[in-house]
């Protein structure tokens, strides 16, 4: 089981506001590193797989970015909007997927 | 449709007890797991089924019996309740083990004991 350190623990922003969030991870035995996005009362649902270095991926106003060789990943939300609010989990991958204990946004109108 | 299900959504019972919970996925994925959300609200993993076999066991006390009737499907009995059992416990499937697919998550079952 991997160390998965998540910052901030919660936040709370503005709407219109743009925010990130860290993810740390041990770098060696990486394989790959999965963000999810947990709404209160439903499931996780994926946003992002990422596996390679230098990677960069986009959904809409959330993209996310990942160094291996120095073990972190963010994720950046863009003019936050109250849908927004969830927990975002992030999960590196070894030989099973271990999730972080998430970061909290909370986006006001 | 759901894509991954599970039953029930809530269940309470008494210290001692059997119970099962239920989760099915329509998505014909080969792997499916389960994991449990602590009192500290990390997600961790307990099993991982592919096409039906064990292939993950994380030191999970043998009162939990994962069962694979086929690979839709994967239930989760547990003898003999104790309290710190009480937990959310979260089904998921994805379409092969493999590092880089995106697994997909039930609602969730609740289960409190008392």
């Known amino acids: ?109 | 449709d759901t894509a991954v299900s599970q039953t029930p959504k809530y269940l309470v019972t008494q210290m001692g007890n059997d119970k099962s919970i239920k989760c099915e996925q329509n998505l014909g994925h080969d792997t499916m797991y389960w994991y449990k959300q602590d009192s500290k609200k990390f997600l961790k993993i307990m099993f991982s089924y592919n096409n039906k076999e064990l292939i993950i066991n994380e030191t999970v006390p043998n009162r939990f019996s994962p069962k694979s009737p086929d690979k839709a499907h994967l239930n989760l009995h547990i003898n003999s309740l104790e309290l710190g059992d009480s937990a959310v416990y979260f089904c998921a499937s994805s379409q092969d083990g493999r590092v880089y697919n995106e697994q997909f998550f039930g609602p969730g079952t609740r289960l409190t004991v008392l």
Not at chain 1, 36 to 64: C, H, Q
Request: hydrophobic share 30%.
């Open chain 1, 1 to 109: 089981i991997l160390n998965v350190e998540q910052s901030p623990q919660s936040l709370h922003v503005q709407e219109g506001d743009s925010t990130n969030f860290t993810c740390s991870f041990p770098s060696s035995n990486f394989y790959a590193l999965h963000w999810y996005r947990w709404e209160t009362a439903k499931s996780p649902e994926a946003l992002f797989v990422m596996t390679l270095n230098g990677d960069e991926k986009k959904k809409g106003r959330i993209s996310a970015t990942l160094n291996t060789k120095e073990g972190y990943s963010y994720l950046y939300i863009k003019g936050s909007q109250p849908e927004d609010s969830a927990t975002y989990l992030c999960a590196p991958n070894g030989s099973t997927l271990t999730f972080g204990k998430g970061t909290m946004l909370l986006v006001s109108p």
